[in-house]
C-alpha cells in the first residue's frame, strides 16, 4: 500500500491531473510495452492434418517415432530480434499417421524396426530446422526448412531404403494483421510440414530402393 | 434514431477516399451452371514464383460470390483437404491442359465428382502501395497528446482470375479487376482517415463478374 501510495505520488506528481494528461500517461506504458514486446516468439504446429488422397498401397505399414522427433523443437536467438522457438514434434505424430493412412491399406504404430506382420516400418527423422523471419530477408514472408530423413526398414528389420527429404513453407506477415509474428510463423511451420506430406506422397515410389522394396512385396516375394 | 443513422452513413461517405475500378473479361468458352453443380476460388501460391495472392482476397471474393446464392462456392481450406496433396504449392497444376493427367487418378476423379467441382477459379494479383507522400507528427506530453500533418497514399489493385473448367479440362476465360484510389489522413490533432476501399472494390467487382460470367453472361 506504501509502495503504491509513493509510486501513486511519483507518477502524478501529487496532482489531479486532467483527462488528456491523464489518456498521455495511460498510453505512454502501453507503447513502451508493446515496443519492448516486439522480440522473437513461440509458436506450436497446429495438429490437424489432411490424409492424402492417392491410390493406396495394398501393405500393412509400421511407423516408427522416436523420442526425439515426437519431442523436437527448434530453438534460436536472432540478434536484435530475441528468442524464437518452434515446437513442431508434437504435431509430428498426427501427420505421420495421417500421412500413411492415405497411402497404405493399413498402418499402425511400431515399436521396432522389423515388427512381426508388417511389411515394412518407416522411421522419419529431422535432421535440420532453419527459418527466416521479413526482417532478416527485407521480405514480408517467414520462410520454415524443415530437412527430414527417412528410413525404411523391411520385413526381417534390414534397412532397405535411406533418403532425405527437404520441405519448405512460408507466410506473408501481411495476412495476419498487426501482431503477426507468432501467426504468420507458425503458419510458415504448418506449410512446411504440409509440404513435407506432399513431397512425400509424390516422391515415395520414385526413390529408387523403395522401388525395389516395393516391386518385391507387390510381388509377394518377401511373404 | 434516424439522425444517427443519417450522421453515420455521411460520416462512412465522407470518411472514404474515391476509387476507380475497372473489370474486364476475356471469354473462350460457353460456360453454364447446373443445379449441385460448385466452384472453387483459389489463389495462386504456386512455386517458383515469391509472390502469394492474398488470402483475404480470395476469401473476400468467395465470400461475395456466395452471397449472390447463384452459385454454391467451396472453402479455399477446405478444397485444398479434401484434395490433399494435388493443391499445394509444390504440386498444383499450373495450367488447365494439366488437369487430365490429375484426373487420372480415380480417388481424385471420384472427389471431384462428390464435390461437384464444375469450374476451378485461380486467382492472381496483388495490392501495392505506389505513392505516398506528406508527412504527419503525433507527440504525447503532460499537457496531452496530439497530431499534425497531412498524409496520402496511393494503393493499385490488380487481380486476374482464371477459369477452368473441370469437365472440358480448359480454360473458359479470364476475368481481370483492377482498381486506384487515394486515401488521405489529414491530422489537427486527431488524424481523420479517408481510406480508399481499394482492395474491397476490386474484390466486389471481380466476385459480380465472376456471377455474370459463370452464368454465361458478359
Redesign the interface.
Known sequence: MVLANAFRRAWFHGRRLPGRALLARLLAPLTLGLVGGCSGAAVEVPQEFPIPLVEKLPLRMGLLLTPELTSYVHEQTLEGSGDWRIELGSAQTPMFRNLLAGMFESSEIATTAGAPGLAGVLEPAIEEVQFSTPDQTRSDYYEVWIRYRFQLFGRDGTLVADWPLAAYGKANQRHYGMSSREPALQAAALAACRDAMAFFTVQFRSVPDVQRWLAAELAGGSE | MMRRLLIGSLTMVLLQGCVTATVQQVRQANTSMASGDSVVVLGRRSRPS?A?T???FVDCVGRNMRGGKQVRVIEEQDF???????F????APVNASDLPELMT????AE?FESLGLRYLIWIDGSTKRTESGGSLTCS??????GCFGFLSWENDSSYEAQIWDVQTATTAGRVSSDAVGTSYMPAVIVPLPFIAPVKSSACSSMADQLLTFLSGGG
Not at chain 2, 485444398?80 to 494435388?86: E, G, H, K, S, T
Not at chain 2, 499445394?88 to 504440386?91: A, I, Q
Request: charged content about 30%.
Open positions: 515469391t502469394e492474398e488470402l483475404d485444398r483437404d479434401a484434395l490433399f496433396p494435388w499445394e504449392p509444390r504440386t487418378l480415380p480417388a481424385l472427389r504525447i506530453t503532460t499537457a496531452g497528446a
